[in-house]
């Protein structure tokens, strides 16, 4: 069946206005995704109707409640085909998550070790590793690019026994680029390496499967694919979780407490200190149920098909500069550009006035726009109920934009 977005704008209300007289093109959802009735409406059924804590009361609500907190697990599970629920960590986000990863390799580094990045991570998957290394002595090693790609011949060179971690995103929050994730894992794990994998931005667009990938650790987060914020995922094999150490205490995650030390419970509860966000989980567990019946394999090829509509017609705009892979099938559902002689922002302000809503900035990525030479760019990120016509209206609204600055076509 043909991928239809029209079928699905009805689902996002919020897309259903104007913005400075304008129909509302929304193209931020690298940012964050608008969010499907469905998805609402399962967290205003929870709080209206079994609203209590999670693993404590005996009681029917709390039965209830815990019920579809662990079946949103389940759902999260299956989505990234994780061998049990016992590798499905619920985080506030992906940042979380990586910190989580971050602070426990910082058991096992030792001064000459290193950890491999590449240049295009978003700052979640950066800091936490210069953290890292500041607190045992290791090295942080970059990967940088070819042609807007990640340089594999650079990475081979890079990658020794040395490596301890290899912490990479598997799309690029700026460039769209998708690296080779399961072709890294295996020079990774024949280095003595953990794969340590930045989902945000693929896990919305793409069918991720962790056992085929054979990635380590894994995060991802519900407000990037159509669910609420505040709540994520942190994907971990079952052994490597055994072996952390739970980065918050109290609460839920306890298992017998006296006066002088305490025990903790199993997988995944250990890692879940305090009330966890059950809404969040349970609004998420509805995101990847949408997602699902729509199917990820069309979701992926409609923006495909964005794409390749797209970045001809803003590569053809005289003094447009786009930033990554130069063609669409090495590229998500993202273009980050700018227009000669105008700042992002100027140019992100002037489009918001078209109604045509994009990013612009560092992305979170400052070290990414460092080796590209530039201090910023404008971002539009594509996602399922986008459609030809929005494109089409970003694409106008770019030539009035230069036209308005610069006074010609």
């Known amino acids: 069946m043909t991928f239809n977005p029209e079928n699905y704008r009805c689902d996002?209300?919020?897309?259903?206005?104007?913005?400075?007289d304008e129909p509302l093109v929304y193209l931020d959802n690298g940012a964050t995704t608008q969010k499907s009735l469905a998805v609402l409406e399962a967290i205003q059924d929870y709080y209206h109707k079994d609203n209590a804590n999670v693993h404590r009361g005996v009681h029917t609500l709390a039965e209830r409640?815990?019920?579809?907190?662990?079946?949103?697990?389940?759902?999260a599970r299956a989505f990234i085909n994780a061998n049990s629920t016992k590798e499905i960590l619920f985080t506030r986000g992906t940042t979380t998550g990586l910190n989580w990863v971050a602070q426990h390799a910082r058991t096992f580094l030792k001064p000459g070790d290193e950890i491999l990045i590449s240049i295009m991570e978003h700052h979640a998957n950066l800091i936490p590793w210069q953290e890292a290394c500041r607190a045992t002595g290791a090295t942080l090693t970059y990967v940088y690019l070819k042609d807007g790609q990640l340089d594999m011949y650079d990475l081979a060179a890079k990658m020794s026994e040395k490596t301890k971690v290899v912490a990479l995103a598997h799309v690029s929050n700026v460039l769209g680029t998708i690296n080779p994730i399961k072709e890294i894992t295996a020079m990774a794990h024949q280095a003595g390496a953990l794969m340590v994998l930045d989902a945000a931005q693929s896990v919305p667009h793409m069918a991720v499967d962790v056992q085929d990938l054979d990635v380590d650790f894994m995060a991802f987060s519900g407000h990037k694919m159509y669910?609420?914020?505040g709540i994520g995922v942190l994907f971990g094999k079952q052994h490597l979780l055994e072996e952390m150490v739970p980065v918050e205490f109290g609460g839920e995650m306890i298992d017998f407490v006296s006066e002088q030390e305490a025990t903790w419970k199993e997988l995944p509860w250990k890692f879940e200190a305090g009330t966890p966000n059950m809404a969040g989980a349970i609004g998420l567990g509805a995101a990847i149920d949408y997602l699902t019946a729509i199917g990820l394999e069309q979701v992926t090829a409609h923006e495909q098909e964005l794409m390749a509509y797209t970045l001809p017609k803003l590569s053809a705009i005289d003094g447009v500069t786009i930033y990554g892979p130069a063609t669409a099938k090495d590229r998500a559902g993202v273009i980050a550009f700018n227009i000669d002689g105008l700042h992002p922002h100027d140019v992100a302000t002037a489009l918001d006035y078209e109604g045509v809503a994009v990013r612009a900035g560092h992305h979170c990525a400052q070290p990414l726009l460092q080796y590209l030479g530039v201090p910023s760019t404008v971002r539009a990120s594509f996602g399922l109920y986008n459609t030809k016509a929005d494109c089409d209206q970003l694409i106008d609204a770019v030539l009035k934009t230069k036209e308005y600055f610069h006074g010609t076509l």
Do not use: C
């Not at 996002?12 to 400075?20: G, K, S």
């Not at 815990?66 to 949103?72: F, L, Q, S």
């Open 65 to 75: 409640a815990t019920k579809r907190y662990e079946e949103a697990r389940e759902k």
């Open 227 to 229: 669910g609420p914020t």
């Open 12 to 20: 996002f209300p919020i897309l259903d206005q104007l913005v400075n």
